[in-house]
């Protein structure tokens, strides 16, 4: 299951403490891994902007599509993360989450959103970023490619149907980035370093996709 979204302690940021006082112990207060969850996340958007899903593959240049791909990276990221046997798996896949989520705040505030919409718009986004996440999960662990493909003709191209030969590609690909995530140790990602590997052009496309 996709980490949970952080809830605020609204009576803690009521409090009327010193300012001063409250900005020193925010810096000692900061959340486990936070540093390192922000460099994997970063990671992910950079992979999820790859020309190639654009260019070669057709995926929408467009605000729901950006977020599309930069969640299916991000998923897969989260994936490997919780899947691993020591607990900071775990709580670094929680920190690559709310890094996610504090970034999508943000881009939306630089868009303009209001405040009172803001929080709407992002419980929007973290509804529709769980139920992807869900489905890329359900495909990977039943080995089932043809759902995987399925789940991203659905999410990202937004057409129900069979799976167009754009939404196998990218099934494939994030497929082979699933098990090259694995087969990476916990060790560089705690301290925020990955390797997302770049798109393989198909037998069909030109060599200079990638």
Same mark, same amino acid.
């Given at each position: 299951m996709p980490p949970r979204r952080a809830r605020v302690n609204r009576i803690a940021a009521r409090s009327p403490k010193d300012p001063a006082?409250?900005?020193?112990?925010?810096?000692?207060?900061?959340?486990?891994?936070?540093?390192?969850g922000f460099l994997l996340y970063g990671a992910a958007v950079a992979a999820a902007r790859h020309p190639y899903f654009f260019d070669r593959l057709g995926a929408p240049d467009s /605000?729901?599509?950006?977020?599309?791909?930069?969640?299916?990276?991000?998923?897969? /990221?989260?994936?490997? /993360?919780?899947?691993?046997?020591d607990a900071r798996g775990a709580a670094l896949a929680q920190a690559v989450f709310d890094a996610m989520f504090a970034d999508m705040d943000v881009n939306?505030?630089?868009?303009?959103?209001?405040? /009172?919409? %803001?929080?709407?718009? %992002?419980?929007?986004?973290?509804?529709a970023f769980h139920g992807r996440a869900q489905a890329y999960e359900a495909a990977l662990e039943a080995a089932d490619a043809e759902a995987?493909?399925?789940?991203?003709?659905?999410?990202?191209?937004?057409?129900e149907g069979e799976a167009s030969p754009a939404a196998r590609r990218l099934a494939g690909h994030a497929r082979a980035t699933a098990a090259a995530l694995a087969a990476q140790p916990l060790a560089p990602l705690l301290r925020g370093e990955v390797r997302f590997p770049d798109p393989v052009p198909g037998p069909e496309e030109p060599a200079d996709a990638a």
């Open positions: 006082a409250m900005g020193l112990s925010a810096l000692f207060r900061r959340k486990p891994h936070e540093r390192a /605000l729901d599509g950006r977020f599309d791909l930069v969640g299916l990276h991000v998923a897969l /990221l989260i994936h490997r /993360l919780r899947r691993d046997a939306l505030r630089e868009m303009g959103v209001g405040d /009172l919409a %803001v929080g709407k718009r %992002v419980r929007r986004m973290w509804e995987f493909a399925a789940a991203l003709q659905r999410n990202v191209w937004r057409s």
